[in-house]
C-alpha cells in the first residue's frame, strides 16, 4: 500500500482564503516531501522536510511534521487560482529504498 | 520541467505492441526514474537507475524494461506483456540520492493502448 495518504482528497476555496491539506503516514521516515501537479502535466517539488524538523517556510507555504503522529500538513496561505493544482506528499522510509512512496494527492480548486 | 525531455506527449499503440518512451535530461544527474500514473491515482514506481549501466526494479516492474546506456537518457519499453498500458508516464532526476534531494519531474507521456 502507499505510505503517504492525503487528506482531503478534493478541496474547493475562494482566493484570498487559505488552504490546508494533510499526509499521514505509516512508517518512520527520513524526509516528507511536498509536489504540486498541475493538470496533464510534470510534478514540481515545493518542500523537503526532514525527520528532525518540525517546520518549513516556503513563500505562501509552510509545512508541518509530527512525526509522533506520524502526519504532515502543507499550508498555502491567501490562495490565488494559479493555486488550483493537485498536491502529493512524497514519504521517504528510513531503514530501507531511498526511493520516495507518493499519495494519491489532495485536488484543489481556487475559485477567483 | 526543466531541463528534462519527455516525448511524444501523447502516444497511441494497438494492443500487442511494444512502444519506447523516451526521457532525456540536460541536468547532469546521476539518478533517473520512471513512474505511472493513473487517473486519481498517485505515482508508481516502475524502474530506477542511480548510475549508468545500472537499473532497479521498482514496484510495478513487469512488463516494462528500461536501459541506461548514457547518462542523459533512460528510455522505458512498455511491452505487450503489460496487462493495462494506459497511462500518463512521468520520467523523473535527482541529483543523488533521493534522500538528500528532491526529484525534477518531465512533462509526462500520456499513452493509450487501444
Known amino acids: 500500500s502507499q505510505q503517504g495518504e492525503e487528506d482531503p482528497q478534493a478541496l474547493s476555496i475562494q482566493e484570498g482564503e487559505n488552504a490546508t491539506m494533510n499526509c499521514s503516514y505509516k512508517t518512520s521516515i527520513n524526509n516528507l516531501q511536498w509536489y504540486r501537479q498541475n493538470s496533464g502535466r510534470g510534478l514540481v517539488h515545493l518542500i523537503l522536510i526532514r525527520s528532525n524538523e518540525r517546520e518549513k517556510h516556503s513563500g505562501r507555504l509552510r509545512v508541518t511534521l509530527d512525526t509522533s503522529k506520524k502526519s504532515s500538513s502543507l499550508l498555502i496561505t491567501a490562495s490565488r487560482a494559479a493555486d488550483t493544482a493537485s498536491y502529493f506528499c512524497a514519504t521517504q522510509p528510513s531503514g530501507g529504498s531511498y526511493i520516495p512512496t507518493f499519495g494519491r494527492g489532495t485536488s484543489l480548486i481556487v475559485h477567483p | 520541467d526543466g531541463g528534462i525531455t519527455q516525448s511524444p506527449k501523447y502516444l497511441f499503440r494497438k494492443e500487442g505492441q511494444n512502444v519506447t518512451l523516451s526521457c532525456e535530461q540536460n541536468l547532469n544527474h546521476d539518478a533517473m526514474y520512471w513512474y505511472r500514473q493513473d487517473p486519481g491515482q498517485g505515482l508508481r514506481l516502475i524502474y530506477y537507475?542511480?548510475?549508468?549501466?545500472?537499473?532497479q526494479k521498482g514496484d510495478i516492474a513487469e512488463g516494462y524494461s528500461v536501459s541506461r546506456e548514457k547518462k542523459e537518457s533512460f528510455p522505458l519499453t512498455v511491452t505487450s506483456a503489460q496487462k493495462n498500458p494506459t497511462a500518463f508516464y512521468l520520467c523523473?532526476?535527482?541529483?543523488?540520492?533521493?534522500?538528500?534531494?528532491?526529484?525534477?519531474f518531465g512533462p509526462g507521456t500520456r499513452l493509450t493502448v487501444t
Open positions: 537507475s542511480q548510475i549508468v549501466n545500472d537499473f
Open positions: 523523473a532526476t535527482s541529483p543523488g540520492q533521493v534522500l538528500f534531494y528532491e526529484q525534477y
